[in-house]
């Protein structure tokens, strides 16, 4: 098997100290390659990078006309959150709907990611709750498939759940390619998650923005959650968040998330193109270079667009007392 393409690289003065490979590929919904480099047909983990395709089970089961959920509760169905107070209210107003509260969310207390919302904690000598976790947003989408299905609420983040078969039903649906125990892992948040072609993922996203090769249900569920998420992109993220950014400045055009370990999912929705890639070693920012030069080739960015863009492709690297030190930046093939 060879090696994937160096895409990034970190350099600290005049010489470069970590090289960063990885794979990625542009695809129409048809299954067209617009561009691609590296191995695109090895199964990945895609992480919270389709959250966004995982909410289609509120559709599928009818949770949103059960419940009514609003266009920002279904972004932040789709979000990794900062666990800034907005986010924190929109979880806890779903529950409060659904009969539940934050203590039927199986996915774990941790700090806000937000260092504002951690320092408000901290003055108030409170302890982080579930509902500041970045996956709550998707666990309480999660917990209104249950509710809608009449199943029990506890254990709904287990494989063998009904509201997981249903999630993982939906990704088969959309991404085009079976997903099975073979290669299942558990993620950070503690639902599944299942290996496939980085390939597959890039064409479910184009789905999801076309509706080709979607039933007429899931087309239009898929539409109302990107602009859910392109609408209020500071929930799909935070303040300050590359998505966040992304997503604003592209005013509804892109789509686009990261997941852990260096992958990164999203659409050119005008264009009917969806992205995937994967960056080898797993690194966030890296991946985040990475997917910003390649935004920057197909994306047809203004100006405005192309300075975000940019900012990511070259990051700067800094010493502790603030000077900077080196780069991360994308490597152009």
Request: aromatic content about 4%.
């Amino acid at each position: 098997m060879d090696a994937n393409p160096i895409l990034a690289e970190t350099t600290r003065g005049n010489w470069v100290e970590n090289r960063h490979r990885g794979a990625y590929v542009v695809i129409d919904a048809d299954g067209r390659i617009i561009a691609s480099a590296g191995d695109i047909e090895r199964p990945v983990f895609p992480r919270s990078a389709i959250k966004s395709i995982q909410a289609l089970a509120i559709f599928a089961r009818h949770a949103d006309e059960q419940f009514h959920h609003s266009a920002e509760e279904l972004a932040l169905a789709c979000a990794s959150h900062t666990g800034e107070d907005r986010h924190v209210s929109v979880a806890s107003g779903l529950l409060s709907r659904l009969g539940l509260s934050e203590a039927d969310l199986e996915c774990g207390a941790h700090q806000p990611i937000d260092a504002a919302a951690r320092a408000t904690l901290r003055a108030q000598g409170a302890k982080p709750s579930n509902l500041h976790n970045a996956c709550s947003g998707k666990h309480a989408g999660m917990l209104s498939v249950a509710r809608a299905m009449g199943v029990p609420t506890a254990g709904y983040a287990g494989r063998e759940h009904a509201v997981q078969q249903q999630v993982r039903a939906v990704i088969e649906a959309v991404i085009g390619e079976p997903v099975n125990e073979a290669k299942c892992g558990t993620d950070g948040c503690s639902i599944p998650t299942y290996a496939a072609p980085l390939r597959a993922f890039a064409q479910g996203f184009a789905r999801m923005a076309t509706g080709h090769g979607l039933s007429a249900e899931l087309a239009t569920a898929a539409t109302r959650l990107f602009d859910a998420a392109t609408t209020h992109p500071h929930l799909v993220a935070g303040t300050g968040r590359p998505d966040n950014l992304i997503m604003a400045a592209f005013n509804g055009r892109v789509m686009q998330k990261y997941g852990a370990d260096g992958v990164q999912c999203g659409a050119i929705r005008d264009k009917g193109w969806g992205y995937a890639l994967k960056c080898d070693d797993g690194s966030i920012p890296a991946s985040l270079a990475m997917i910003a030069s390649l935004l920057l080739e197909i994306a047809e960015p203004d100006a405005g667009q192309r300075t975000v863009l940019e900012g990511f492709a070259h990051q700067p690297i800094k010493s502790v007392r603030g000077d900077r030190v080196g780069e991360m930046r994308a490597v152009v093939r």
